[in-house]
C-alpha cells in the first residue's frame, strides 16, 4: 500500500472481489433492482417472532449464500467486517455468531459496506487471504430506533429516506481474476448542523462531495474518469444537494452520478418519498 494525497491509499497488489450476494424484503423486490438480488423475501418477518431477529437471520443467510457461491469454506475465511443500523450491532454479531470466524464490528450507518470493504481490503493486503465483508438494515427496526415506531403511524415529510429491508455480502481475496479495489478514500465527518432526522440526505451530502473531491485531488483524476460515480443513500433530496455542491467546487457529476437510494426503489409507484 502507499498514500497518495491528503487521505488517499493505493494498492500495489489489488485485492479481488471474488464473489457476492443479497437477500432483500418485499417492498426492494418490487423496486426496479429485483432481478439482481439472490433472493427476495415474502414479508418482513421471515418467520421469526421480531424484526431483529429477521434482520438477523437476513444477514446470515446472505453471508452463508456468498460462502457458498465462492466455494471457500468458512474455516479459510481470516476474519470478518460487518455492522448494521441497530445499537451495538446486534443483527451482525447474533447473526454471525454461529461461523466462528473472527469478528470486527463496523457502524457506519449508509456507509457501513463500503468501510467494510476499505477496511477488509486492508487486511488482504496486508495479512489475509480471505477477508467477508457485509452489512444489514431493515425498515421496521430502524424506524423504530432513528424515528418513531410504526405502530404510532406518523406521517413521513417528502424529504424522508425508505431503509432498505435487506443485505449485502462480499467475499475479498488475495488473488483473483477481479473486480479489483485499486484505491480507497476515508472520508471526514462533515457536520453542517442538519438537525432534521427525516432529512438524511441533506446531513450526509456535504460528507459525500468532500470524500469525492478529496479522491479527484489525490488521484488526480476527474469525473469524466469514471463509467459510474454511486453514493450510498441520499436519496432524491440528497443527490440533487451533492450535484449542486460538486458544481459550486468546479465538480460535474451530474452526467455519471447516481445514488443507491434513487436506485433502489420507485418513489412514485412505491410511495417511498425521497428513496431508500
Given at each position: 500500500m502507499e498514500k497518495l494525497g491528503k487521505q488517499t491509499i493505493k494498492f500495489n497488489t489489488?485485492?479481488?472481489?471474488?464473489?457476492?450476494?443479497?437477500?432483500?424484503?418485499?417492498?426492494e423486490a418490487q423496486g426496479p433492482l429485483a432481478k439482481y438480488f439472490d433472493q427476495t423475501l415474502e414479508d418482513e418477518f421471515w418467520g421469526e417472532k421480531t424484526w431483529e431477529k429477521a434482520e438477523s437471520k437476513i444477514i446470515k443467510e446472505t453471508v452463508n449464500t456468498v460462502i457458498s457461491k465462492s466455494g471457500v469454506a468458512a474455516n479459510e475465511i481470516d476474519c470478518m467486517f460487518a455492522g448494521d443500523l441497530l445499537n451495538q450491532c446486534i443483527s451482525s454479531s447474533f447473526g454471525l455468531r454461529e461461523l466462528g470466524i473472527p469478528f470486527f464490528g463496523v457502524f457506519g450507518a449508509c456507509s457501513t459496506f463500503v468501510e467494510s470493504m476499505t477496511l477488509g481490503a486492508i487486511a488482504v493486503e496486508s495479512f489475509a487471504n480471505y477477508v467477508l465483508c457485509a452489512t444489514s438494515s431493515h425498515f421496521c427496526s430502524a424506524e423504530k430506533q432513528f424515528r418513531f415506531p410504526l405502530e404510532l403511524g406518523n406521517q413521513r415529510p417528502p424529504t424522508s429516506q425508505w431503509t432498505v429491508t435487506?443485505?449485502?455480502?462480499?467475499?475479498?481475496?488475495?488473488?483473483?481474476?477481479?473486480?479489483?479495489?485499486?484505491h480507497i478514500t476515508p472520508g471526514k465527518i462533515i457536520d453542517m448542523g442538519i438537525k432534521d432526522a427525516n432529512n438524511m440526505g441533506a446531513a450526509m451530502a456535504p460528507a459525500f462531495v468532500d470524500t469525492l473531491i478529496t479522491h479527484f485531488l489525490d488521484t488526480g483524476r476527474n469525473p469524466s474518469y469514471y463509467d459510474a460515480i454511486i453514493s450510498g443513500d441520499l436519496g432524491h433530496v440528497g443527490k440533487d444537494?451533492?450535484?449542486?455542491?460538486?458544481?459550486?467546487?468546479?465538480?460535474?457529476?451530474?452526467?455519471?452520478?447516481?445514488?443507491?437510494?434513487?436506485?433502489?426503489?420507485?418513489?412514485?409507484?412505491?410511495?417511498?418519498?425521497?428513496?431508500?
Open positions: 489489488p485485492p479481488t472481489i471474488l464473489d457476492c450476494a443479497s437477500i432483500v424484503g418485499p417492498k435487506g443485505s449485502g455480502a462480499a467475499l475479498l481475496a488475495k488473488n483473483g481474476q477481479g473486480p479489483y479495489i485499486t444537494i451533492a450535484i449542486d455542491v460538486a458544481k459550486a467546487q468546479g465538480y460535474n457529476i451530474k452526467s455519471n452520478y447516481n445514488d443507491c437510494g434513487v436506485l433502489m426503489f420507485d418513489k412514485n409507484a412505491q410511495d417511498t418519498h425521497s428513496g431508500r
